[in-house]
T-cell receptor, first 113, second 114 residues
Framework: DGGITQSPKYLFRKEGQNVTLSCEQN?????MYWYRQDPGQGLRLIYY???????QKGDIAEGYSVSREKKESFPLTVTSAQKNPTAFYLC????????????FGEGSRLTVL | GNSVTQMEGPVTLSEEAFLTINCTYT??????LFWYVQYPGEGLQLLLK?????DKGSNKGFEATYRKETTSFHLEKGSVQVSDSAVYFC?????????????FGKGITLSVRP
């Protein structure tokens, strides 16, 4: 089945540690995205990538980093510079950038202890 | 910039009740409009969309009409089921330019009682 796989589903981190969230898609989509979801705030765009080896900052990129070395993969690193990292992180993809028709993974919940 | 405003929630309804979830937007030009749904413990799924004024999107008994004159895209369903309990997000995007992105509303939680 085609889709988006995020891992891990739950992750706990101590303050000061970097953590990387995995996102893999087998839909052959060009564009991939990372969103952060907080209660009562909807979804906010962290980073997006329109094509391999290229990515752009979204609305809340500070404290995060990404790479896009392969079409299928778009990992997100939450660095120690992110002041409030506890959140639900959603990865998505689309056939092309900016179509609005996104396919989402099931999310990763990060908790900082 | 582009923005989406959704009505405050949560919303609780009895099964078979009529549902309306309000969504209004602010944008220049002619954005495409979307409703996404998030079932408990899952990611979001596209529910329906409309790409131009007066278009009606529909799926799974849900409908929404793109109203440019009132800048609205309200979601409706004639008879809700318990399985419709979820969080609903209104969203918009404009064109395919490099700076265009999908902007989401804050979402509203719908709970349907048997």
């Amino acid at each position: 089945d085609g889709g988006i796989t995020q891992s891990p589903k739950y992750l706990f981190r101590k303050e000061g540690q970097n953590v990387t969230l995995s996102c893999e898609q087998n839909l052959n989509h060009d564009a991939m995205y990372w969103y952060r979801q907080d209660p009562g705030q909807g979804l906010r765009l962290i980073y997006y990538s329109q094509i391999v080896n290229d990515f752009q900052k979204g609305d809340i990129a500070e404290g995060y980093s990404v790479s896009r070395e392969k079409k299928e993969s778009f990992p997100l690193t939450v660095t120690s510079a992110q002041k409030n990292p506890t959140a639900f992180y959603l990865c998505a993809s689309s056939i092309q950038a900016n179509t609005g028709e996104l396919f989402f993974g099931e999310g990763s919940r990060l908790t900082v202890l | 910039g582009n923005s989406v405003t959704q009505m405050e929630g949560p919303v609780t309804l009895s099964e078979e009740a009529f549902l309306t979830i309000n969504c209004t937007y602010t944008a220049t030009g002619y954005p495409s409009l979307f409703w996404y749904v998030q079932y408990p413990g899952e990611g979001l799924q596209l529910l329906l969309k409309a790409t131009k004024a007066d278009d009606k999107g529909s799926n799974k008994g849900f409908e929404a009409t793109y109203r440019k004159e009132t800048t609205s895209f309200h979601l409706e369903k004639g008879s809700v089921q318990v399985s419709d309990s979820a969080v609903y997000f209104c969203a918009l995007t404009r064109g395919a330019g490099a700076n265009s992105k999908l902007t989401f509303g804050k979402g509203i939680t719908l709970s349907v009682r048997p």
